[in-house]
């Protein structure tokens, strides 16, 4: 169940720093990135924050790319559509031990941010639960 949460959260993190794909790009460089995590049903409550390089192109990227190189899950983008500085997506995903989620996604960008909301929902095991990741980024300087 760890690692699913684990796998879930970090999916959802490195989704949303590839969802921009429209007018007003975050730019390349070192971004700050927070992820808050949440469920009613489960004692979940955690804040993670890092550091990662984001490189030239990475934020125009297909998620489907992206996806593809995440080890436990294989996910399908039912909606992507970025614009105007808007995010809306649902993606639908298996999780390891034959589970599934499906993933809903709203959020904002800007030239140098950006901030997601996803509400998951899972069926793992025959237990069925919602969580909810808040996911926001901001450009520090060059990588």
């Known amino acids: 169940m760890k690692t699913t ?7 959802l993190l490195g989704l949303s720093c590839t969802m921009a794909v429209a007018a007003d790009l975050p730019k390349p460089g070192l971004y700050k990135m927070t992820g808050k995590t949440s469920s009613e ?38 909606r992507y559509d970025v614009a105007d500085g808007t995010i809306n997506m649902k993606m639908q995903c298996e999780v390891d031990r034959g589970g599934s989620a499906s993933i809903v996604g709203t959020g904002t960008y800007t030239g140098s941010s ?9 069926n793992m095991g025959g237990m069925a639960m919602e969580m909810r990741t808040e996911v926001s980024g901001e450009r520090q300087g060059d990588c």
């Open 41 to 78: 049903q489960l004692p979940i409550r955690r804040t993670n924050t890092s550091e990662q390089c984001i490189e030239e192109g990475s934020f125009a990227d297909n998620p489907k790319s992206w996806m593809s190189n995440q080890r436990d899950q294989t996910c399908e983008v039912k």
């Open 5 to 11: 949460l684990r796998a879930t959260f970090a999916l």
């Open 114 to 122: 950006f901030e997601m909301t996803n509400v998951i929902k899972m």
